[in-house]
């Protein structure tokens, strides 16, 4: 019943599409317009991870608010390498500044904190023993200090250093050893001082300032607040476009015109470096390599899928109408795709060079059985009918397996998977449909007007072929050699299955050399860390105190960052230590520098060396400190060069290191100055760049938590996944994001191949009704499953994120292969003729050629997902074709040794099908 009434069907169709061709063709050309104009218009792309997972799951939910409440948390990062921090700084300082007057806007764009903001404070961020050891240099330098700067000069600090040393002497600090911390900081300073001298008479070098080692705590770092990585090789620069990050169109933009400038600075700093990564730009540059792979191996698949049909029909006419047809339901299923979806994604944009290899197909099976009745003299109207009536149920059947191995894809729990899914399910659906009405109604639009009658020795470009294949009967007639290397073949696959591996980093699917990748491993190689942060939220300070110490001493975790890193630790004991210079610092005022008197320099100098000279001997040979030899060395060296020295040249040469000595002191005495009576810091106080980027309006804390381990691997993203969730079981963030991805499409895989494989045996079962031919049709489908991924480690081929969803493609294709040899047997049973008829094993043939030819193009990919899949489906199709015209033949014939019925005549099997055809 249910064959007969698809076969009523489509033969009603058929018929009503061949009656009203032109009808029909601007129907489709209609509706083609229509989805042009709604694609072109309507039609976007989504580059977010957050858009793959289902909506609904709490950390997605959670993610979304803090976007909102916080800021874009996934922002571009600039990543830049100089051969120097200098140049590194400078050049992040153009860029910046070019950025900033560009044609994009940007609502962040920073590589440093302002530390300006805290000024005042700056003494409460260093640590307690610091600020200790900084109170007691200045209790024990306090007269020299005093001394040097009511008149700041060389001879004023030789003279206050001959002092420092005699009071040393006297309470015998200069011992055998040396020991005394402060003493040896004295030792340190006097040499590097000794030594500065000496090169500024002898060739000027730039100045490095002395004062580190007697006031450690006022000597400020030059990379203060700039983004470094630890080993401070790499200096980054946050980007957050205005109108948020996450969209393919804005960033794209963004991420383009960051790249634009770097290049136009590339001449001016030569020796820097620079490139973009982050989330927005390795989606991006994902998205859009994928978006041109796509569009490449559309074309390919377009070309390559002309070539065989010309090969197989030895004509231009049909093939390029049924191409055409297959472009009209390509523009359908855009059309669609837009007004239910909305959005293709990095997933469903290769939907099209997949569809072309198996949309295609449907027409293939109706061309050839078209030219085969044809052949047998039937009538352009007779040849549709029975091509509907008969070959109609096959390709019924192909249609909805294959549609249905995808439309499984939607009771999976990967949002990206299900938009898949519906998306290449639909569009099969639609080149189905538009291959039973639009291409019998333009067969029969080119046929009509060529005014032929049936039979007539020019009425076609087609002539009578062999019923049969002759390549299949040799097969079917050596049933034991196909059997056993069918069957070392499954055994091979079944132990090579279990080495199949999966590939878990998302790196590894972008392209090779993709900007974006490399920049984001070089901050994993420099940084020990990823560019993304886990995310989590307290609601007060205490909460958020325990939180940080709760992530920190996790053995996964790098560093935590939070608004705590702003407010010092115990302010109240640090400014008690503070307080306690303040009444020696403050009230210090910068005397007038006096001009450098080399005599007096001189003397002062041979003090100092007496003394030192005097400290050698008493220590003996073997118990002064080497520190002290290389001070005493020296010295005397420095003596040297200056009575060696012209006058003047030593003069300018000291008077130069003076100004810059002095100068350095003056700025490390107003900073003490600036910093000895600092207020309490608190929230408030933080900068508003920093806080609306960890503090939310109604007063919510962020913290932001990286990784010490690879989170690209599965086993570093588990790890530091599962150690989060132990403290906070509502962590959130990229990493939960992409390891909830990678869980969620293993999930996804297995259980697609498991419908799809429940799901096609049904419809086949359903309608064949028969279980043993069900069981024939089902063989194609479990051992191309089966052999091509066992093949999978013999070609390196590792499973990943990009082609798992493969394996549930295969299976559709594999059962339609199957499918319509097992129609077509049955046909013959029913009807006489030949059982593998050439038409049929033919369109089977060249149906997986094409299948193949669309799904290979997608190894021409640059994009390595993409790439993979294109290679397990060309893979999967050349071992499901191989079973299908292969070995499920001698299976047949095995299992029904009964001759083909071959006294069937053209002319009795045409009267038969008028006659069938009136009945239908």
Known sequence: MVNAFMSRALSCTVRLCARRPLLVLALALGCAAASVLVTMTRLTFEASEL??????????????????????????????????????RAFAARLAGDLRAGPIAFNHLAYRVALEDFDGRGLLYLPAPALKELREQIYDHQDFIESFVSAPGLATLLDGVNRQFAGAFASHFLDLGLQDGATAGDIQFLTMLVTQMREAISHPVLYRSPWGAMLAAAEGDEDAGYFLSDDKSLLYIVADPAGGSGGFTNDGAAIAEIRRQIASLRAEFPDVRAGVTGGPALATDGMRVAFDDSQLATVLAFALTLGLLLLAFRRLREPLIMLAVLALSLLWSLGLVTVTVGHLTVFSVMFVPIVIGLGIDYGVYVLFRFDEERGLGASVDDALQVTAARTGQGIVLGALTGAATFYVLIGTDFHGVQELGFIAGTALLASFVA???????????????????????????????????????RLTRHPVAVLVSAGALTAFSLWSVRLVEFDYNLLDLQARGTESVVWERQIMNAHGRSSYSALSTATSLAELERKRDGFGRLPSVASVDTALLFIPDDQVAKAKIVGDVRPLIAPLWIGPTPPVDVSRVTSALEVLRRRIDVAVTEAGADGASIELRVLQSGLADLLRAVRGAEPARTEAGLTRYQTDLVRDFTDKLLFLQRNVDPRLVTVADIP????????????????????????????????????????????????????????????????????????????IAFMIRRLRETMLALTPLALGTLWALGLMPLFGLKLNLANVWGVPLIIGASAEYGLNVITRAIEARAR????????????????????????????????????????????????????????????????????????????????RASAFIRLA
Request: glycine share 8%; hydrophobic share 45%.
């Open 832 to 911: 006489g003729g030949p059982r593998f008829a050439r038409s049929t094993i033919m369109a089977v043939a060249f149906n997986g050629l094409t299948t193949i030819t669309g799904f290979g193009t997608l190894m021409l990919a640059h994009h390595r997902g993409m790439w993979s899949l294109g290679l397990l489906l060309t893979l999967g199709s050349v071992t499901s074709l191989v079973a299908s015209v292969v070995v499920l033949p001698v299976l047949v014939r095995l299992v029904d040794p009964a001759p083909d019925s071959r006294t069937t005549s053209p002319t009795a099997r045409r009267g």
């Open 435 to 473: 291959m039973v009405t639009v291409f019998p109604a333009l067969l029969a639009l080119s046929h009509r007007r060529r005014s032929v009658t049936p039979g007539s020795a020019s009425n076609q470009d087609v002539s009578p072929s062999p019923a049969a294949v002759p390549f299949v009967e």
């Open 51 to 88: 858009h793959l997972l289902p909506p609904g799951q709490a950390y997605v939910t959670r993610y979304r608010e803090y976007s909102k409440a916080f800021g874009e948390l996934d922002e571009i990062v600039i990543v830049v390498r100089g051969r120097t921090f200098q140049q590194s």
């Open 688 to 763: 508003a760049e920093v806080r609306r980027k960890f503090i939310s309006d109604p007063g919510r804390f962020l913290l932001q938590i990286h990784p010490k381990v690879d989170i690209w691997e599965r086993e570093g993203a588990v790890q530091f996944v599962n150690e989060l969730r132990f403290v906070d079981a509502d962590v959130t963030g990229t990493p939960i994001i992409a390891y909830e991805s990678i869980r969620r499409m293993e999930d996804a895989y297995r259980r697609g191949g498991v419908y799809a494989f429940i799901v096609v045996g049904l419809i």
